[in-house]
T-cell receptor
Framework: KQEVTQIPAALSVPEGENLVLNCSFTDSAIYNLQWFRQDPGKGLTSLLL???SQREQTSGRLNASLDKSSGRSTLYIAASQPGDSATYLCARGGDAGNNRKLIWGLGTSLGVNP | GAVVSQHPSWVICKSGTSVKIECRSL??????MFWYRQFPKQSLMLMAT?????????EQGVEKDKFLINHASLTLSTLTVTSAHPEDSSFYICSATLAGGPDEQYFGPGTRLTVT
């Protein structure tokens, strides 16, 4: 069974701290790995997409890495801000017969305190 | 670019009635759209994959006669919850991928359905 696990489930940090969110997945034959942000009661915002042939992607203060051999991805947030407070979801892409199907983790709820 | 809208953003309906939710790609053509539902404190659950002009592919356990999906054009997919019951109350989110583009999914803002 394909599963995606995110640790920690919740995290609270003071403003300015650098932090790492973890995502692990079974089955290394993934198509891609995506990180999303969800604000309460809202839809999802795509943050970073890493193709299976890539090792990392960067966007502003965000950096996501992918290690297929160990079944892990990390999302690094530099110099956290209160506006970063949200739930962060990772999803692995790729399923037999449907490369675009996403398997989701439960998310990490992040609170950044001013 | 790559904006997806949903309408309505929230809806309250009585048990036994049907509700239609629209998902539109505003500035791109989407050959594939996905419908998800999300319960409180839980992650997204894929309900079905919808390709323009063809029948939707439903995930195991999702009743196709209850959740009717129509993807009549490259910019519009609809989800109709038929004979809604309180247990259908949930947050429904759609996503779309660009025709001929990368696999990144662009998500709508979601629709909160409450069935009384």
């Amino acid at each position: 069974k394909q599963e995606v696990t995110q640790i920690p489930a919740a995290l609270s940090v003071p403003e300015g701290e650098n932090l790492v969110l973890n995502c692990s997945f079974t089955d290394s034959a993934i198509y891609n790995l995506q990180w999303f942000r969800q604000d309460p009661g809202k839809g999802l915002t795509s943050l970073l997409l890493i193709q299976s042939s890539q090792r990392e992607q960067t966007s502003g203060r965000l950096n996501a890495s992918l290690d297929k051999s160990s079944g892990r991805s990390t999302l690094y947030i530099a110099a956290s801000q209160p506006g970063d407070s949200a739930t962060y979801l990772c999803a692995r892409g790729g399923d037999a017969g449907n490369n675009r199907k996403l398997i989701w983790g439960l998310g990490t709820s992040l609170g950044v305190n001013p | 670019g790559a904006v997806v809208s949903q309408h309505p953003s929230w809806v309250i309906c009585k048990s036994g009635t049907s509700v239609k939710i629209e998902c539109r790609s505003l500035d791109f053509q989407a050959t594939t759209m996905f419908w998800y539902r999300q319960f409180p404190k839980q992650s997204l659950m894929l309900m079905a994959t919808s390709n323009e002009g063809s029948k939707a592919t439903y995930e195991q356990g999702v009743e196709k006669d209850k959740f009717l999906i129509n993807h009549a054009s490259l910019t519009l997919s609809t989800l109709t919850v038929t004979s809604a019951h309180p247990e259908d109350s949930s947050f429904y989110i759609c996503s779309a991928t660009l025709a001929g583009g990368p696999d990144e999914q662009y998500f709508g803002p979601g629709t909160r359905l409450t069935v009384t």
